[in-house]
């Protein structure tokens, strides 16, 4: 469970892919190690220990700017924010959770599972296409980049534990 939201020092997510948030205890951690301040807090949620309690932060700050990592990993995921949702043979805009991924050379042919040889694709598309070698897909497969890929995933809507965060995202 992701409850506290973590931004760099300089007020930005450490990371959009995934979003960066940590559990409830680390956020106490940092709070109580002096390694973040906090910027919200998550209302009516007091932890109590013997001799001490506070409310539990929503949304941290780094005091020590993290460098950002800025090297993205191949998944289903990230392949379909590149895509723009959309399946690259028919056009059509896709549900994430209704996407597949498609290899525009299939692997019975040799093809690999990499960003430049994978694509997404709807249900019907990739049935038709099964493992026939042949079908060009809208746009040709690229690696993106780091921010190539962020940017990207900021026109999607992001799904957070709590409405106040987006301030911060967005």
Not at 55 to 73: E, G, W
Not at 89 to 107: F, M, N, Q
Request: with cysteine; proline share 5%.
């Amino acid at each position: 469970m992701s409850d506290t939201l973590v931004l760099n020092a300089d007020g930005m997510p450490v990371s959009v892919l995934p979003l960066s948030t940590i559990t409830w205890q680390e956020s106490i951690k940092y709070m109580v190690l002096e390694k973040a301040d906090v910027l919200l807090w998550h209302e009516n949620w007091i932890v109590r220990s013997a001799r001490w309690e506070t409310q539990v932060p929503s949304v941290i700050m780094l005091r020590d700017y993290m460098k950002v990592k800025n090297s993205i990993r191949f998944s289903r995921n990230n392949v379909y924010i590149r895509d723009n949702g959309q399946c690259q043979y028919c056009g059509s805009h896709i549900e994430r959770k209704d996407a597949t991924l498609d290899h525009v050379t299939p692997i019975a042919k040799g093809g690999k599972t990499t960003w430049e040889n994978c694509t997404t694709a709807c249900s019907p598309c990739n049935a038709t296409k099964s493992d026939k070698a042949g079908w060009k897909p809208r746009l040709k497969p690229y690696k993106p980049d780091y921010y190539d890929l962020v940017n990207k995933r900021k026109k999607f809507p992001f799904q957070v534990r709590n409405q106040d965060w987006l301030q911060f995202i967005v």
